[in-house]
């Protein structure tokens, strides 16, 4: 399904693709579909999707903490799931600053632990 935002198209599918099989299997269910569902409104123009990385982000880092799992782990998890998206790579640019975020976020929420 393709949407036109801010006069291009916007494939709404590849944000869609990821088999919950292939998750690494300790990040949360809910979390990861969130996140997805983030990004997806991010790419239809709706910037304020940015106000829903800090609870993805702490979300991650609790778990990874509850589950013993290092923060190095945690961020092999997300650039794991970020690069199963599917993403063009205009996409990729524009969702850029999200998963910067992301990143940061988690691995502050991680330690502030």
């Keep these: 399904m393709t949407h036109r935002v801010a006069g291009r198209s916007v494939d709404k599918r590849s944000v869609e693709r990821l088999d919950p099989s292939s998750r690494d299997g300790w990040l949360p269910g809910a979390s990861v579909d969130a996140l997805h569902k983030c990004i997806a409104r991010y790419l239809e123009g709706q910037r304020n ?12 880092a609790k778990c990874a903490r509850e589950q013993g799992q290092a923060p190095e782990r945690l961020l092999i998890a997300i650039r794991a799931l970020w690069g199963q998206l599917g993403l063009s790579q205009g996409d990729r640019l524009q ?19």
Excluded: C, G, K
Excluded at 49 to 60: G, R, V, Y
């Design 49 to 60: 999707a940015t106000d829903e990385i800090q609870p993805l982000a702490s979300s991650f």
């Design 95 to 113: 969702v850029a600053s999200l998963y910067d975020q992301l990143i940061r976020q988690a691995i502050e929420s991680y330690y502030a632990h």
